[in-house]
């Protein structure tokens, strides 16, 4: 029970900075998405986000400060073994499955659900 509770604090902790940075900053949706990804990355070369995944679990995990940190750590784990060539690979590999689901079931959310606006 306790693990819940963290990764709903976490969770809700990162999804609020990002309505804030939306609702003080006036920051659009594109921007403030791309904040959360660099902070993301930027705490995973630090080495601060693999230990906030341990403490919160899925609450770390869930938002899109994860997918920052995916691209970084398999950049910099590929990096280690193939040089440069392994920034490019490394943070494809790692996040590549990701993506692809996201394509995946948008598209087919697409040919499920129609739009609300006109279609002509």
């Known amino acids: 029970m306790y693990t819940f509770i963290l990764a709903f604090v976490v969770g809700g902790i990162i999804c609020a900075i990002g309505q804030l940075l939306m609702d003080v900053a006036k920051l659009t949706p594109a921007h403030t998405l791309s904040i959360l990804v660099v902070a993301g990355a930027i705490l995973d070369g630090f080495g601060l986000y693999e230990p906030l995944i341990d403490f919160a679990g ?12 995916s691209l970084t750590h398999g950049a910099l784990a590929e990096a280690e073994k193939h040089g440069l060539v392994g920034v490019v690979t490394g943070m494809f590999e790692v ?12 598209f087919i959310a697409a040919l499920i659900f129609h739009s609300k606006g006109k279609m002509n």
């Open 58 to 69: 899925a609450g770390a995990t869930i938002p899109i400060t994860s997918f920052g940190n």
């Open 95 to 106: 996040t590549s499955s990701g993506i692809s689901a996201a394509i995946i079931f948008g």
